[in-house]
């Protein structure tokens, strides 16, 4: 753990005690790693990803958050624990903003190794969870379990068929401002969680880029999700011509066609998401 979090844990052992606690979970996963790895060997590999994971923990700790673990390629933070955060959304989205602006400079740094550019995929999601010690007798390890950290892991899955950078969930969304650019994409059914996420993509663009797309989309959802498939389709497809690497444009034009060759069965506003 961090050196602030194991101080404030020795002032106070309590803490690690299970509560039950509002917090914001991140995930946050580096995309390509078998592929990247496999150029890089085994030494360049470990310098590679320590490097990036150290760039990324930056971000988290800039907003005062919690580094709760490394799993491989992907980090995993929290806010609003140990200590209370009542703005731990707002915390947690600023720093995954900062790493999606980290990335560039990551990738000029490491593009010619790579032979090609690294990406992240990246999902919050916000509610209560158990936090405390959830480690063993052999290793501690402070951290959250319960549903809100299994859907903020399922929401940074669905980042990967969406081809978007960063997804947030209804539950997050509520905690921001009209600072934060963001865009309804879909009613989702993920993996393994009985009931369907709501996701948004929050992006870095500034507002008077974004609206217009934000605007364009979420009338195309609107217009699907009233069984309207054809005027989605048309709203969609100008969409994709002025941004044709849009991916969740592109994947609500298919589930639209889809349902103009077939009439779709009952539930079928709610995307089910094709793996973790």
Not at 73 to 94: F, K, S, T
Not at 117 to 137: C, F, Q, Y
Not at 223 to 243: P, Q, Y
Request: glycine share 8%; charged share 25%.
């Amino acid at each position: 753990m961090g050196p602030r979090l194991a101080a404030y844990l020795a002032e106070h052992p309590e803490a690690n005690k299970g509560k039950d606690a509002p917090v914001s979970i991140l995930f946050c996963d580096v995309r390509k790693f078998s592929s990247h790895s496999e150029k890089l060997g085994p030494e360049g590999t470990v310098e590679w990803i320590g490097k990036v994971m150290s760039r990324l923990s930056e971000c988290v700790q800039q907003q005062d958050g919690v580094i709760v673990d490394f799993i491989g390629d992907e980090l995993m933070a929290m806010w609003g624990a140990p200590v209370e955060q009542p703005d731990h959304a707002v915390r947690a989205c600023r720093a995954a903003l900062e790493m999606l602006d980290c990335l560039p400079a990551l990738n000029v740094e490491w593009n010619e190794r790579l032979k090609g550019p690294m990406d992240l995929g990246i999902g919050i999601n916000s509610g209560v969870a158990r936090v405390g010690d959830v480690g063993t007798e052999v290793r501690r390890k402070y951290g959250a379990l319960g549903n809100t950290v299994n859907r903020a892991s399922r929401v940074q899955g669905a980042t990967k068929h969406l081809k978007t950078r960063l997804l947030i969930t209804r539950a997050t969304k509520q905690l921001l401002d009209d600072s934060f650019a963001t865009r309804r994409i879909t009613l989702a059914e993920v993996v393994n969680i009985e009931q369907p996420v709501e996701l948004f993509e929050l992006s870095a663009a500034a507002k008077p880029i974004w609206s217009p797309l934000q605007r364009e989309y979420e009338s195309a959802l609107q217009e699907f999700e009233g069984r309207n498939f054809r005027a989605a389709a048309r709203v969609l497809s100008d969409i994709v011509l002025e941004h044709p690497e849009d991916g969740p444009a592109l994947v609500l034009l298919s589930r639209a066609v889809s349902c103009m060759v077939q009439e779709p069965a009952e539930g079928f506003q709610i995307w089910t998401v094709p793996g973790k």
